[in-house]
């Protein structure tokens, strides 16, 4: 989880590969309509991506029948888009990449994308609800390279993992 440009497509493919588990990026499973509205420069709000939020609930849930965890990029900035993804996955863990607007402004900035625009990062950062106590997650600070992210968040699992 996280703003657009946090790292998410980046960490998710790293993290599949280090854990040998599938990998799904959510920027894929947008529709078009979306896409559409964030190419033109408008935030998503909820009603858009609650059907969004529904299908990557139902991929993980998909997986556990197949008896494997899925390691999804999904940006779930609010509580309420977690708690959909947990009505699918209970057991859901979810990693806040998390890292200045500076920082994240400059990554945008440099990459290319399909249709995400680096003037949405305002509405992403004003949408950004962080972990509560209650949820099972992990953040971490992204000013870090990559691998060494990838080290951090595997070394957390287990202490996440365990009841
Ligand atoms: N830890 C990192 N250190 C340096 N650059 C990073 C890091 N994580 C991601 N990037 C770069 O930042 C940009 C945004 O990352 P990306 O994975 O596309 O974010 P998101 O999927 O959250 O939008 C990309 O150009 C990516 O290569
Ligand atoms: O809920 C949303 O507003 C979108 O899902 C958004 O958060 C996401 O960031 C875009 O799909 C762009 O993709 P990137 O996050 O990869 O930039």
Redesign the pocket.
């Known amino acids: 989880m996280?703003v657009?440009?946090?790292?998410?497509?980046?960490?998710g493919a790293l993290l599949g590969e280090r854990l040998d588990l599938p990998f799904i990026d959510g920027?894929d499973l947008h529709p078009d309509e979306n896409r559409e509205k964030m190419r033109a420069g408008h935030p998503l709000d909820d009603d858009d991506r609650w059907p969004w939020l529904h299908r990557i609930g139902e991929l993980i849930d998909a997986g556990l029948v197949e008896g494997h965890a899925t390691i999804v990029?999904c940006s779930a900035l609010r509580k309420s888009y977690r708690d959909l993804i947990r009505r699918h996955a209970p057991e859901a863990i979810f990693v806040h990449?998390r890292g200045s607007s500076e920082l994240i402004a400059d990554?945008?900035g440099?990459?290319d994308?399909e249709y995400?625009p680096a003037t949405l990062l305002g509405s992403q950062l004003a949408t950004l609800e962080p972990l509560e106590d209650d949820e099972r997650g992990v953040v971490v600070d992204?000013t870090?390279?990559?691998d060494e992210?990838a080290d951090q968040i595997i070394a957390a699992l287990p202490a996440v993992t365990t009841p």
Do not use: C, E, Q, Y
């Open positions: 996280g657009s440009g946090s790292g998410k497509s980046t960490m920027d990029a990449l990554r945008m440099a990459r994308h995400m992204v870090a390279s990559p992210l």
